[in-house]
Structure formats: structure tokens, C-alpha cells
């Protein structure tokens, strides 16, 4: 049964640092990653999908990269800000019909 | 606006009584999947469906049932909730690749079963 663990899970930083969230599966079987961003009392929302061809996708200060071989993906966020004082999740998906999700980092952005 | 919505947003009810809730989006969307989220357990898929009359079970569908008559809605139902069905409740979107493409959520809803 595909796993995916995500550390650490809760981050707190003073604004203005860069910061890497880790994410690892354990299913090589991999059709994307995807990263998902949760505040509290709210939905998901989708911040970046990296698909197995690819190794990084970027939006903003957001960075993602992805390693099939190790089973690792990493979501880089530069310059944080409070803001983005969320929990991050992240999602294998090895096919059409289901996302396996990671628990979360909580991320706490002091001013 | 794009988006999914869910009612109700919070519902307290007793052990036993029947309940639905409501998931509908407006992308035209044929992916859609239920998910429950718990403490310590985090997102676990309820059900999902590939498109319109194609429903399936996913990692815990338990005490669940659903169904999708139409493309827009996918009603998640609880014929006889039982406490350990108290959780936050997500449905989610997308298309045209299903799982793999950009998912959409819904805002929640927190049920409480006594």
C-alpha cells in the first residue's frame, strides 16, 4: 500500500527565511506529485503539480522538484512570509483514480 | 467563478439519521472524489467517481454511500452515521485525467455524529 510521509510536521520560522518541506512515497509507480496548501477552517488549494517526466515546477516563490529514483519531493518556499503560515500537504497519485495523501506540515511564519 | 461547493458546511446529528451532503462544482468536471479528514490519520478517499454513473470505493467506504446522476453533483450519504463518523469532509474535482490532474476542493464540512 503506497505511503507517503511528509517531515517535519510543524515548522516555525521568522519571515523572511527560505525553507524546504520534504515529502517521500513509497510507490516508484508515480504518474505526478502534486503540493496542496490548507488554512485553517478551508479546503485545499492546489499549488503545484510536478508530473513524473519532469524533476521541478515553480510559481512565485514556490519551487517544487521531484526524484522518482528515491522516492523524494521537496517544496521549496523562498523569502516566507506570514502569509504563508499554512499546512502543506502533499499527493502521489500512480494513477486516474486516487491521491494518497501525505498528514501535512504545519508552517508557522512569524513576523 | 470556478468553483466546488459543499452544505452543509457544519452538522451535528445523532447516531443513526439518515443524512446527505450536498458536493456540486460548475467546471464541467468529470473526476470527483470524497475524502474524510481525521487527526493524525490525515486525507483518506471515501469514494470517487470517473464520471456519471461510474462510482467506486476508495480506501475507506465503510458506512458511505454515493452516487452521480448528474455531472455536477456527487452527494455523499450517511444512511445510519455512527460516531466514528464524526470527521471534516472534503469533496474534490477534476478533469479531464481524473487523480492526476489538478484537483479542486470544496470548502469542508464538519460533521459530528453523537
Known amino acids: 500500500k503506497q505511503e507517503v510521509t511528509q517531515i517535519p510536521a510543524a515548522l516555525s520560522v521568522p519571515e523572511g527565511e527560505n525553507l524546504v518541506l520534504n515529502c517521500s512515497f513509497t510507490?516508484?509507480?508515480?504518474?505526478?506529485l502534486q503540493w496542496f496548501r490548507q488554512d485553517p477552517g478551508k479546503g485545499l488549494t492546489s499549488l503545484l503539480l510536478?508530473?513524473?517526466?519532469?524533476r521541478e515546477q515553480t510559481s512565485g516563490r514556490l519551487n517544487a522538484s521531484l526524484d522518482k529514483s528515491s522516492g523524494r519531493s521537496t517544496l521549496y518556499i523562498a523569502a516566507s512570509q506570514p502569509g504563508d503560515s499554512a499546512t502543506y500537504l502533499c499527493?502521489?497519485?500512480?494513477?486516474?483514480?486516487?491521491?494518497?495523501f501525505g498528514k501535512g506540515t504545519m508552517l508557522l511564519v512569524s513576523p | 467563478e470556478a468553483q466546488v461547493t459543499q452544505n452543509p458546511r457544519y452538522l451535528i446529528t445523532v447516531t443513526g439519521k439518515k443524512l446527505t451532503v450536498t458536493c456540486s462544482q460548475n467546471?464541467?468536471?468529470?473526476?470527483m472524489s470524497w475524502y474524510r479528514q481525521d487527526p493524525g490519520l490525515g486525507l483518506r478517499q471515501i469514494y470517487y467517481?470517473?464520471?456519471?454513473?461510474?462510482?467506486d470505493k476508495g480506501d475507506v467506504p465503510e458506512g458511505y454511500k454515493v452516487s452521480r446522476k448528474e455531472k455536477r453533483n456527487f452527494p455523499l450519504i450517511l444512511e445510519s452515521p455512527s460516531p466514528n463518523q464524526t470527521s471534516l469532509y472534503f469533496c474534490?474535482?477534476?478533469?479531464?485525467?481524473?487523480?492526476?490532474?489538478?484537483?479542486?476542493f470544496g470548502p469542508g464540512t464538519r460533521l459530528t455524529v453523537l
Open positions: 474534490a474535482s477534476s478533469s479531464p485525467r481524473g487523480a492526476t490532474d489538478t484537483q479542486y
Open positions: 510507490d516508484s509507480a508515480i504518474y505526478n
Open positions: 510536478i508530473q513524473s517526466s519532469q
Open positions: 499527493a502521489h497519485s500512480s494513477g486516474y483514480s486516487t491521491l494518497t
Open positions: 467546471m464541467n468536471h468529470e473526476y
Open positions: 467517481s470517473m464520471n456519471v454513473e461510474v462510482t
